[in-house]
Every structure is written in C-alpha cells, then in structure tokens.
Nanobody, 119 residues
Framework: VQLQASGGGLVQAGGSLRLSCAAS????????MGWYCQAPGKQRELVAT???????DYKDSVKGRFTISRDNVKNTVYLQMNSLKSEDTAVYYC??????????????WGQGTQVTVSS
C-alpha cells in the first residue's frame, strides 16, 4: 500500500485548505485512516481519524474547524481544514491504521504535505 498526500500550501489565517490522500489499493475501504501533524520542534500528534465505517474523531483544538472524510470508490481520505490558525502550521501525514476504542494505531505512513498558515 502506498499513500500519496497532497493539498498543502500557504494560506492566510482564517482561510481553508483541503488535504487529500490517495491509497494505491482496493483494500482501502476496510482500513481505518488517520491524519497526523508535526509542527517545527514538536512531536507528531494525531489530528483526526476515520474508521472504515465512517466514524470520526478529532483532537480538541481542531473540533468544529476540521473535517475528515473518505471516498472508498476513489480510495481517498480528505482533511478539510477551515478557519485555519497559525498554530495549525505543520507537516501533515496521512496514515492507514486501526482504531481501537479511543486509540489509533498507525501502520503505514504517507509522505507529509506542508501546511503553512500566515497570520
């Protein structure tokens, strides 16, 4: 399985971006997916997850602003990011993994895509 993320860029605070991550496999639909971010000098952290059944979860700081979704026909997961803040600036990574209770276990990582929010 390969993951190809795209959609990052430079945006002003308050703006929006949509990240996409295409998986190179038809087994995409049975996997849970997640987006992580890593800001400069900080640890990588989980942003959002979506199960194969479409259940979603978010870290507190993005709730109400970010939406994770998936298209099982296109083997693609999305992260719609609205009302962006400077603190959202990070490299964003998509992953294939497994949701178990309140935990997410990533198994495969795609390359990152840079999101830069200017204030």
């Amino acid at each position: 399985v390969q993951l190809q993320a795209s959609g990052g860029g430079l945006v002003q605070a308050g703006g929006s971006l949509r990240l996409s991550c295409a998986a190179s496999t038809t087994v995409f639909s049975i996997n849970d997916m997640g987006w992580y971010c890593q800001a400069p000098g900080k640890q990588r952290e989980l942003v959002a997850t979506i199960t194969s059944g479409g259940s979603t979860d978010y870290k507190d700081s993005v709730k109400g602003r970010f939406t994770i979704s998936r298209d099982n026909v296109k083997n693609t997961v999305y992260l719609q990011m609205n009302s962006l803040k400077s603190e959202d600036t990070a490299v964003y990574y998509c992953t294939v993994g497994r949701v178990s209770g309140t935990y997410y276990y990533p198994a495969l990582w795609g390359q990152g895509t840079q999101v830069t929010v200017s204030s």
